[in-house]
């Protein structure tokens, strides 16, 4: 039976020691704070405290109790026994810290986690986590349907691998040194809406993307640990651009067999294309 409880059991329980003292441990447990523990059944619970006590072990883990005013809160618990200077067991030691704050406060990182997960699973713009030796060691579903890789091919590459065949906009080659995500790596510093084509084994194809890479660093540290890249296939866009300049070239050869000198203005009276007369 209990023999005795700290002020402190008494405030997080709202139990006083006179309603306490004389219980059988595992009654004032069960029957008055209606203990529960998330991954056991009571009967389990019960059956390892004892195990505990008898064997001269220790139980510890979160129990969710109920106080007199019929609150819940969680309490970190440990189960122990004393003895005495011959080996004998004099009591039973059990010990609660209300964790409760702490408890919300994890309930609240998972839930944020849940949600930036599912952001991250569906959003359609393509996201890679590289650490600091430049490796790929995460990335979202977007990575993979833009870059056309799979999770095994994408899973440690870095820049520095030749099968990215990047090129610059210009068309020349664009070294992985310089790639955005090794920039943020080695400056410490953001890099932002860089234009980059990379081959795509999928429909063996350049594509086109726009690339922004920001470096992330740990507490107290100057280096970053890590960098993380976001990238968006513009290569529909890139090729509009391309016909709607090959559109133009063939319509200034056009205007250039006229006789007489045209202009084309804009609404503000602005000169935007001339044939040869006119110009």
């Known amino acids: 039976s209990i023999m005795y409880i700290n002020p402190r059991v008494s405030e997080i329980t709202s139990y006083l020691p006179k309603e306490v003292l004389g219980l059988p441990w ?62 004998q067991p004099l009591c039973y030691l059990w010990m609660i810290e209300d964790i409760t704050d702490r408890k919300k406060v994890e309930e609240q990182l998972q839930q944020s986690e849940a949600k930036y997960s599912k952001l991250f699973a569906e959003m359609t713009q393509g996201v890679v986590y590289q650490n600091q030796d430049g490796e790929i060691v995460s990335f ?45 790596l080695q400056s410490g510093k953001d890099v932002r ?59 200034l050869a056009v205007l250039d067999t006229f006789e007489y000198p045209l202009l084309i203005v804009n609404e503000e009276g602005r000169i935007q294309v001339c044939n040869q007369k006119a110009c």
């Open 26 to 87: 595992d009654e004032f447990l069960l029957g008055k704070l209606k203990v529960k523990a998330v991954e056991k059944n009571t009967h389990a619970l019960i059956t390892g405290i004892q195990n505990a006590f008898s064997s001269g072990g220790l139980w510890k883990g979160d129990l969710l109790y109920t106080n007199k005013q019929g609150q819940q809160f969680w309490g970190y618990s440990i189960f122990s026994t004393i003895y005495g200077k011959e080996g």
């Open 140 to 184: 979202n579903p977007a990575a993979l349907e833009i870059l056309g890789l799979s999770e095994n091919e994408i899973l440690g590459r870095t820049s520095y691998d030749p099968r990215w065949k990047a090129t610059h906009e210009d068309g020349t080659d664009f070294p992985g040194s310089e790639h955005p995500a090794m920039v943020a």
């Open 193 to 251: 809406n860089v234009v980059m084509g990379v081959f795509n084994p999928k429909d063996n194809q350049q594509h086109w993307i726009y690339v922004s890479s920001l470096p992330q660093f740990r507490a107290g540290e100057d280096r970053p640990y890590q960098v993380i890249t976001t990238f968006t296939d513009v290569t529909a866009l890139f090729k509009a651009q391309k016909s709607l300049n090959a559109l133009e070239k063939q319509l």
